[in-house]
């Protein structure tokens, strides 16, 4: 693989991997694994993980729900140096079978390289970490298929109808989790296994059903984000009740679908959506991203920013309009002489400034108030039929 030299402020030179994506050679794993089995002796010097290209190596792809025996990047590279004892103990956890399944449905399907996010992404290093997930959502993208893996799953088909007696949420646990969204969208071909490996569809097939349970719109499972991509407020909308194990989680799970990049900081918590938010506002001027909160009725007061993707949970409807829609909307409120023009550039910049954002909207008594006012916004929610206003 090449490397690039980097110089550092402090004059030490420094190589940098031109490749950031480490992936499982399937056979090199596997022969590895079939040497252990029959109690042979295995090649130390055998490397079963490699740095490669994501956008021109065909590989595959895992998805499924982190359990607490997972094997991590040094465990399944020095796995022929351990000792006996500690390589039976690393072997038999769960987390090394789903490693090895997944290896064997990729040899099926004739591919050399798998991704699996567990082993794949050496978490000692907090900068190939915050790569990795700034990375992650193309990787989903542009692996050529995706396995996601139902451990609590035990039936050949799929569900159509929620089952609470065996489901917390009604629905197999991976679709609750925050980083599972993403890669359930991303990938152009999601193949569903059960608890045993079988396979029980695809994406394409569940469509119907997978808008059902996860209220992502089923053009967007067939085709993804490409085109005209949903407002914020309807991305956010898909993970208002997922979880995730770290809070700063439920923020980094949403930075591919929603276009941005930033740095990782375990430890900030719910500062991390505040941020996710601020990147989103940097790019765009979606103004969806102020309609947290709404489900029709009550006051929001308090920062402008949301706390958490919960919020959002009422904005699965919604959808922006056009300016020249949206100012033909205002006279009803206002008199024609003091409309906007389609041309004002204020309706579409909100600028961050070191005393907070700085936007133009157009407010409105609220409910005869004279201290509470409702702003309208260039949204439309289809539920029921008219542009938006808030409070």
Not at 32 to 44: A, Y
Not at 53 to 76: F, G, M, N, P
Not at 167 to 190: D, K
Not at 200 to 223: C, F, G, W, Y
């Amino acid at each position: 693989m090449d490397t690039i030299l980097v110089v550092g402020h402090n004059l030490r030179v420094t190589h940098m991997f031109l490749y950031s994506m480490r992936l499982i050679n399937v056979k090199a794993l596997l022969e590895r694994e079939e040497l252990m089995e029959k109690g042979k002796r295995v090649d130390r010097r055998a490397k079963v993980l490699k740095f490669c290209d994501d956008e021109v190596t065909k590989y595959a792809i895992l998805s499924h729900r982190w359990t607490e025996q997972e094997v991590d990047c040094d465990e399944i590279v020095e796995l022929a140096k351990m000792d006996k004892r500690e390589r039976d103990e690393v072997r038999q956890r769960d987390g090394y079978r789903k490693i090895l399944d997944s290896c064997k449905q990729a040899k099926k399907d004739g591919y050399e390289w798998l991704w699996v996010d567990t082993c794949c992404i050496d978490k000692r290093s907090s900068a190939e970490l915050s790569e990795a997930i700034n990375s992650m959502y193309r990787w989903y993208e542009n692996a050529r298929v995706c396995y996601a893996y139902l451990h609590d799953v035990l039936d050949s088909s799929f569900l159509v109808e929620p089952n609470n007696e065996r489901y917390a949420n009604g629905w197999p646990e991976w679709f609750s989790r925050g980083w599972t969204l993403q890669e359930m969208i991303a990938p152009s071909n999601v193949q569903f296994f059960n608890k045993e490996w079988r396979a029980i569809s695809d994406k394409r097939t569940l469509a119907r059903t997978l808008q059902k349970i996860t209220a992502v719109p089923e053009h967007i499972l067939v085709n993804g984000l490409y085109g005209d991509r949903p407002c914020v407020a309807q991305i956010m909308s898909w993970a208002s009740d997922r979880t995730t194990t770290r809070v700063e989680d439920r923020a980094y799970s949403l930075m591919g679908l929603l276009g941005v990049n930033m740095p990782m900081l375990y430890g900030e918590g719910k500062k991390a959506f505040h941020r996710l938010q601020l990147e989103i506002i940097r790019t765009s001027n979606d103004q969806s991203i102020f309609a947290w909160g709404w489900d029709g009725e009550g006051v929001r007061t308090g920062n402008i920013l949301a706390d958490d993707p919960s919020v959002f949970r009422y904005c699965s409807a919604m959808e922006l309009i056009k300016p020249d829609e949206f100012i033909k909307s205002l006279s009803l409120y206002m008199p024609e002489g003091e409309l906007p023009s389609t041309e004002d550039d204020r309706l579409g910049t909100f600028p961050i400034t070191n005393r907070g954002i700085q936007i133009w909207l157009f407010l409105c008594p609220y409910d005869g108030s004279d201290s509470v006012f409702g702003c309208h916004v260039a949204l439309i929610h289809w539920v029921h039929q008219w542009p938006s206003t808030y409070t």
